[in-house]
């Protein structure tokens, strides 16, 4: 009797033993492989991510797809067809990655260029008006100027404020600057030298007495008469140019001695010196 309890006791414990192995790997076998729990790991960041909802949703549903046929493979034994669909879909995930860096990378491409694009325009706007600011600052403080100077006028011009100072007078045939000009000339180098930025281009006309050859170095040499007049009052060199225009451009008949003299004139030509550059 003894000895057949205890051998119904050890059939008993190795059954149970055996029972505990089986359901250890029936657990076991219902464990998905690593390499598919990490396609579904993946999916589920996919899912998740804005930047592939974004731009890559249709390449996120078709990886999708792939991972559910790959489990489908893998719970029916069909260990071919799981390795055939896993290979599909970690290529698939491959290229929803690829194709959402690739949109979003273009997409940062074209807001880059239209911010700059905005930037440029800005920038051309920008620099049209302070030029226009420029410009009417010049044009006001030539003005003020010619209200300060005796018989001078103010005209725009494409090349910049024109000042014509028919009070710089000339004798005939010479170059030499007629007494009574020197005051005006003195309001002229103060008043560019309170205004620093100004530049002048100072061009010389002469009436039609004479050759033309002769007239235009005449007209050279009476321009440079009034710019070592202003250099002389403190104007500085690199401010002033002179041009001699001789006896093109006159302002009125030379037919008579009254409109050879206005013809004998001076005019300046004003700018600030980043126009000017």
Same mark, same amino acid.
């Given at each position: 009797?003894?000895?057949?309890?205890?051998?119904?006791?050890?059939?008993?414990?190795?059954?149970?033993?055996?029972?505990?192995?089986?359901?250890?790997?029936?657990?076991?076998?219902?464990?998905?492989?690593?390499?598919?729990?990490?396609?579904?790991?993946?999916?589920?960041?996919?899912?998740?991510?804005?930047?592939? %909802?974004?731009?890559?949703?249709?390449?996120?549903?078709?990886?999708?797809?792939?991972?559910?046929?790959?489990?489908?493979?893998?719970?029916?034994?069909?260990?071919?067809?799981?390795?055939?669909?896993?290979?599909?879909?970690?290529?698939?995930?491959?290229?929803?990655?690829?194709?959402?860096?690739?949109?979003?990378?273009?997409?940062?491409?074209?807001?880059?260029?239209?911010?700059?694009?905005?930037?440029?325009?800005? %920038?051309?706007? #920008?620099?049209?008006?302070? @030029?226009?600011?420029? @410009?009417?600052?010049?044009? #006001?403080?030539?003005?003020? +100027?010619?209200?300060?100077?005796?018989?001078?006028?103010?005209?725009?011009? #494409?090349?910049?404020?024109? +000042?014509?100072?028919?009070?710089?007078?000339?004798?005939?045939?010479?170059?030499?600057?007629?007494?009574?000009?020197?005051?005006? +000339?003195?309001?002229?180098?103060?008043?560019?030298?309170?205004?620093?930025?100004?530049?002048?281009?100072?061009?010389?006309?002469?009436?039609?007495?004479?050759?033309? %050859?002769?007239?235009?170095?005449?007209?050279?040499?009476?321009?440079?008469?009034?710019?070592?007049?202003?250099?002389?009052?403190?104007? #500085?060199?690199?401010?002033?140019?002179?041009?001699?225009?001789?006896?093109?451009?006159?302002?009125?008949?030379?037919?008579?001695?009254?409109?050879?003299?206005?013809?004998?004139?001076?005019?300046?030509?004003?700018?600030?010196?980043?126009?000017?550059?």
């Amino acid at each position: 009797m003894t000895i057949s309890i205890k051998c119904r006791t050890m059939n008993y414990r190795t059954v149970t033993s055996m029972s505990c192995l089986l359901l250890i790997a029936g657990c076991a076998s219902n464990q998905a492989p690593p390499e598919l729990e990490k396609q579904k790991q993946t999916l589920n960041e996919m899912e998740n991510s804005p930047v592939i %909802s974004q731009y890559a949703p249709i390449e996120r549903d078709e990886y999708s797809k792939l991972v559910s046929k790959t489990e489908e493979a893998w719970q029916k034994n069909k260990d071919d067809l799981y390795k055939h669909n896993l290979y599909l879909a970690e290529r698939q995930a491959d290229i929803t990655r690829g194709t959402a860096d690739t949109k979003n990378y273009q997409e940062k491409i074209r807001e880059s260029a239209q911010q700059h694009q905005v930037m440029l325009q800005q %920038s051309q706007e #920008d620099r049209l008006s302070s @030029a226009k600011n420029r @410009a009417s600052s010049a044009e #006001d403080k030539i003005k003020r +100027l010619a209200q300060e100077l005796e018989n001078a006028k103010t005209k725009k011009t #494409d090349r910049g404020m024109v +000042l014509t100072l028919s009070s710089i007078l000339f004798e005939s045939g010479t170059a030499e600057i007629k007494p009574g000009s020197e005051r005006t +000339l003195e309001k002229l180098a103060t008043y560019l030298k309170e205004y620093p930025e100004l530049k002048v281009v100072i061009e010389g006309f002469t009436d039609s007495v004479g050759a033309a %050859s002769y007239n235009k170095q005449l007209s050279e040499n009476r321009a440079r008469s009034v710019m070592q007049a202003l250099n002389e009052n403190g104007v #500085d060199e690199s401010r002033v140019s002179a041009v001699g225009r001789g006896e093109s451009y006159p302002v009125t008949d030379n037919t008579t001695p009254a409109g050879r003299q206005q013809n004998r004139r001076v005019e300046l030509i004003i700018n600030e010196e980043s126009e000017a550059s």
